[in-house]
Every structure is written in C-alpha cells, then in structure tokens.
C-alpha cells in the first residue's frame, strides 16, 4: 500500500516565523497606522503622492520589523560594535563632504542618499546595551563613565551639522539604556537641577537674553530663536512664530469632537506648515478634536506600557536594557512632536511615530518594533 506524505498545512509553515509577533503590540501598531493613514489621505490629498508614499513606506517597515524580528538578539548584541562603528564613521564622513541643504550638512551621497544620523538610533542602544551585558555583576562608576563617551561622540557630531532633533532622539536613547543600567539619582540629580535653573533663568530674564546680538555659544542661531519664540511666539507672527501659533489655533478650533475627516479648515487653507509631516499632529486635532487626541495618545500609551512589559520579562540583561530603550523612544519621539506643535517645547525636526510622513524614519520605527519583536520570541522559544 502506498505511502501518501502529506505537505503541512501553509499555517503551520508559518507558524515558527510568527512566534515572535507580540499580539497586543501589533495591534497598538496597526491602529496608530490607521490613524496615520487616515490623516494622511486627509492633509495629503492635494500634496502629490504623499499618501501612496506613506503607505509604501509602511510596508517596506512592515517588511523590515518581520525581518529583523527573526534575528535573534545573540545575533543583535554580535552586531553592535560594527554598527556603531560604522555609523561614527559615515558621521564623520557627514562632516567631511557630505550633502548640504537647507544649511544643514546631514545627507551622505553614496550611490543613494542617506542620512547616517538615523542609523544612530538603533546603533547606539544596540552598543550601550553591548558594553554593560559586558560589564554585568561589576559595573563601576568608571564604567557609566565610558558609556557616556560613547553616547558624546556620535551626539556631537550629530548637533554639528546641526542637526537637533535627532541629536536630541539618539540621546535620549542612549540615556533610557544607561538609566536603566542602574546609574544612581546620585549622578542624575544635579543636571537636572543646573537644567531646571537654567530654564528659570531664561524664562525670568526672557527679554534682556533674546534680544538680537546676545550670543547663547553653544546654540546657533537658529536654535536661540527656536527657543525665544517658544517662549513668546507672538513677537514674530508672521514669521517665526508663524509655526506654533497656526499649531494652536488648530488644536483650539478642533473642539471637543473636531470639525470631521477633510473638513479642516486650517488645514486645507494651508495655515498649517509642514502638515505632512512636523506638524501633522495639529490637522489630526484639527480634524478629530479632543476625543481622538485622547484616544491616539491612548494608542502611544498603549504600545510604551507593551514594550516595557517585553522589556521587564526579557532574558537577559542585553535584551532588557535595548528592550527598554527602543520603547521610551516612542515616548520621546510622541512626547516631543505633540509638545512642538502644541507650544510646550521648542520646534525640532521630530515626526510623530507611525503618523508623520517620512521613509527614514519609518524604516527605523520598523526596525525598532523588530527587535521588540525578536526579544519576544526569544523569551517564548526559551519557556517552550
């Protein structure tokens, strides 16, 4: 009698790739893309292809986190030093002969157009969290010492070209894994206090340090008036402060239940610049109001908790500490772009994650979710 050998079901071919995928994560995700979608068919509808653009630069991420969430985070921490290197050293090619625009030196010309600043993000919680799984069981000052060099160099050149808003995210990243390494309040306190003073200073003496002339040294001048319009943005307008009044209003004229889908006015009369992109979180208040505000940054919420959760089950301390970064970044990334378009913080070039238009950025949040995925399936291939 013949022996009839049956090929396993599609399903269960696939089911070894989608062990990782976290359940309640890709929900989170899938719904902030929606609302990126939706608003982005709204505010982009007379921009060109910009929203066929935002949903292909969804599925290239979509491809990039189920590729990097199969790569297991042994493999991860093997990659780390390379990364770093070479992100450094594209860096200071950047700063070489890179591609200048806008008065920005950032882009690197090498067949394709990169910017090496965005390979920072992934590179330098992958290398912090590499140089403490090192040092587990006997961390010393010394060693935070040397994790805040590693954290100075691509920082620094980063803010030289100049560059804030990503200088701003790859710190961020690189503190949340030092913090969570276990640097003592001991260290934390006293710039946050010199910071805080600083930040009364400025508020009380407003007038005498904004005026024109008056040198800050270490900011451009672009950055000075970046942070004198915030605190007065309607000394200019028209013009400088043009940007976060337009963000107000917006927000303002949304209401309780927003004046509906495609319906903006702000919006689309283009009072609202760079609506694709910076400061789309104001069309999306615009449109939706209060209620969907609160149900988006109940969406962020939602995904930060999930991946300090993975974080905090991770195996080991690598997984943890890159776990934990990765995730506080969407907070920083979230935090930042409402608190810009609001007028709480100064305008930084920050997107809003799975919402603002942009292919870079994308790409890294995809990466990003990959690795969480990937800690994921470590944890669960371990306990079966």
Same mark, same amino acid.
């Given at each position: 009698?013949?022996? =009839?050998?049956?090929?396993?079901?599609?399903?269960?071919?696939?089911?070894?790739?989608?062990?990782?995928?976290?359940?309640?994560?890709?929900?989170?995700?899938?719904?902030?893309?929606?609302?990126?979608?939706?608003?982005?068919?709204?505010?982009?509808?007379?921009?060109?292809?910009?929203?066929?653009?935002?949903?292909?630069?969804?599925?290239?991420?979509?491809?990039?986190?189920?590729?990097?969430?199969?790569?297991?985070?042994?493999?991860?921490?093997?990659?780390?030093?390379?990364?770093?290197?070479?992100?450094?050293?594209?860096?200071?090619?950047?700063?070489?002969?890179?591609? %200048?625009?806008?008065?920005?030196?950032?882009?690197?010309?090498?067949?394709?157009?990169?910017?090496?600043?965005?390979?920072?993000?992934?590179?330098?919680?992958?290398?912090?969290?590499?140089?403490?799984?090192?040092?587990?069981?006997?961390?010393?000052?010394?060693?935070?010492?040397?994790?805040?060099?590693?954290?100075?160099?691509?920082?620094?050149?980063?803010?030289?070209?100049?560059?804030?808003?990503?200088?701003?995210? =790859?710190?961020?990243?690189?503190?949340?894994?030092?913090?969570?390494?276990?640097?003592?309040?001991?260290?934390?306190?006293?710039?946050?206090?010199?910071?805080?003073?600083?930040?009364?200073?400025?508020?009380?003496?407003?007038?005498?340090?904004?005026?024109?002339?008056?040198?800050?040294?270490?900011? /451009?001048?672009?950055?000075?008036?970046?942070?004198?319009?915030?605190?007065?943005?309607?000394?200019?307008?028209?013009?400088?402060?043009? /940007?976060?009044?337009?963000?107000?209003?917006?927000?303002?004229?949304?209401?309780?239940?927003?004046?509906?889908?495609?319906?903006?006015?702000?919006?689309?009369?283009? #009072?609202?610049?760079?609506?694709?992109?910076?400061?789309?979180?104001?069309?999306?208040?615009?449109?939706?109001? #209060?209620?969907?505000?609160?149900?988006?940054?109940?969406?962020?919420?939602?995904?930060?908790?999930?991946?300090?959760?993975?974080?905090?089950?991770?195996?080991?301390?690598?997984?943890?500490?890159?776990?934990?970064?990765? %995730?506080?970044? #969407?907070?920083?990334?979230?935090?930042?772009?409402?608190?810009?378009?609001?007028?709480?913080?100064?305008? =930084?070039?920050?997107?809003?994650?799975?919402?603002?238009?942009?292919?870079?950025?994308?790409?890294?949040?995809?990466?990003?979710?990959?690795?969480?995925?990937?800690?994921?399936? %470590?944890?669960?291939?371990?306990?079966?």
């Amino acid at each position: 009698m013949p022996v =009839v050998i049956k090929n396993p079901a599609w399903s269960t071919r696939l089911a070894p790739w989608l062990v990782g995928f976290d359940g309640p994560l890709v929900f989170a995700v899938v719904m902030l893309a929606c609302a990126g979608l939706a608003t982005m068919y709204s505010v982009g509808f007379d921009h060109g292809t910009r929203f066929f653009d935002h949903g292909r630069n969804m599925l290239i991420a979509a491809v990039v986190m189920f590729v990097v969430a199969q790569v297991s985070p042994q493999r991860l921490m093997a990659m780390a030093v390379p990364m770093y290197t070479v992100g450094v050293a594209l860096l200071i090619a950047v700063a070489i002969f890179g591609l %200048t625009k806008k008065g920005a030196q950032r882009w690197l010309n090498v067949g394709v157009v990169i910017q090496p600043s965005e390979i920072m993000k992934i590179a330098m919680p992958l290398m912090l969290a590499w140089w403490f799984q090192r040092r587990e069981g006997q961390m010393r000052v010394f060693d935070f010492i040397v994790a805040a060099l590693i954290l100075a160099i691509p920082v620094g050149l980063i803010v030289s070209q100049p560059d804030l808003g990503t200088s701003l995210l =790859v710190m961020a990243s690189g503190v949340f894994v030092i913090y969570f390494a276990g640097l003592s309040w001991k260290l934390i306190w006293p710039p946050v206090l010199i910071a805080s003073a600083g930040i009364i200073a400025l508020i009380v003496m407003e007038s005498s340090w904004c005026a024109p002339g008056v040198d800050w040294v270490v900011l /451009h001048d672009y950055q000075k008036q970046r942070v004198c319009t915030l605190l007065d943005p309607f000394k200019d307008p028209l013009g400088k402060g043009f /940007h976060i009044i337009q963000g107000m209003i917006a927000i303002g004229s949304g209401g309780v239940f927003g004046k509906g889908f495609m319906q903006g006015t702000q919006t689309h009369l283009e #009072f609202i610049p760079e609506r694709t992109t910076d400061f789309i979180y104001a069309a999306f208040a615009e449109e939706f109001g #209060f209620i969907g505000t609160v149900l988006l940054v109940a969406g962020f919420v939602f995904l930060i908790f999930r991946g300090l959760l993975i974080a905090l089950e991770a195996p080991s301390l690598f997984s943890r500490l890159l776990a934990g970064s990765i %995730t506080m970044n #969407f907070f920083v990334y979230g935090f930042v772009n409402m608190g810009m378009v609001s007028g709480i913080l100064p305008v =930084v070039g920050v997107p809003l994650p799975f919402i603002s238009y942009g292919g870079t950025a994308m790409v890294t949040l995809g990466m990003g979710l990959g690795i969480l995925m990937a800690i994921t399936r %470590t944890k669960r291939l371990i306990q079966s």
